[in-house]
């Protein structure tokens, strides 16, 4: 149980400086954490100043009665609030994106060269996928591997759908199918209208109950703002003109010195698909972009197609700016160990 706040009001101060100083420095995370150790010493220190012999001479009895444990050892109480407070301070400033991870494997960091171990294909290119919403992870953790994530995404999508539309004792899977069927039926878009397919066909083995992984995965905000935006056109993203030199010299050196695309009013999607084009392998395209200093993909969740606002998901080239925070619930210290995955 945490003091009254009017208990330690030098903490709480303390705390509001460096929130301060840190908002400041957020255009630098590197900078903000070099000074997150000194920041740290210094709540220490005021809460040591503010000690357990000083709270009690104000409200002995009151203190007493609140804190008899700590009354004993004030000591490790203060450095316990001290701890609370930085704990705070991390999860509030020093964070990027939270983003959700679900697999039906155990690990203990993600490993790029792991992609494509029973993973079928990947709808939005070659990478590590994470989702902005928790609830599309979820899919994932339960996903047969073979039929890769998106579809097991489409399936969930549908059934949330048929929970509405299915009568009493009407069979649910059977409604899902149907869903899926007249998805299927009205989209025109191939690259679409496969894993609605594949959904559509194995609808029951996708959403089987069955045991999985769901991972807190830190995201930094600095490489979010470098992805490649899979739906808007590149003259609408910062990195667009890059792209579009770099692709030019591509297709020039494979083509021997001729330039036959225009790409000038490309979306993401597109470049990539070109890109990927030159190679027969996801993984080409993925290190192309990687090497012109994007470090993946961001594009709107099923549910949040074609509207403004929603969330995201996204594809990662780089295994290295990735932390995770959590596993099923636990931080990796609480958590039984597994070994590298994807």
Known sequence: MAAPADLLPAVFRQSNEIRARIKQLLGNPRAALGNLEAD????????RADSYSNIAAKRPEQAARMYPQQARNAPAFNRQLAQQHMDRINEMVLNGM?????????FDKFDMSKIGTGEGA????HGLYFAENPAVANTYQQTAPYLGRHTAQ???????????????GE???????RVLHEKYTANKDPYLRMPLMDAMNNVRELLKPSGGNLYKVDLPDEHIAKMLDWDKPLSGQPHGEKLLAAYKELE???????????????????????????EPSQAYASEWFRKQGLPGIRYADQGSRGK??????FVVFDDSILTIQERNGLGLLNAKPGPILR
């Open 40 to 47: 740290a010493a210094t709540v220490m220190d005021q809460v």
């Open 98 to 106: 939270t983003v959700w991870h679900g697999s039906p494997h155990k």
């Open 122 to 125: 990947q709808a939005y290119g």
């Open 154 to 168: 489409l399936a969930q999508q549908a059934q949330d759908e048929a929970k509405k539309l299915a009568k009493p």
């Open 171 to 177: 069979d649910l899977m059977a409604v899902t199918q």
């Open 252 to 278: 020039a050196t494979r083509s021997g010195g001729k330039v036959n695309r225009d790409m000038s009013k490309a979306t993401g999607r597109e470049i990539y698909e070109a890109v990927r084009g030159w």
């Open 308 to 313: 403004d606002g929603g969330t995201s998901n």
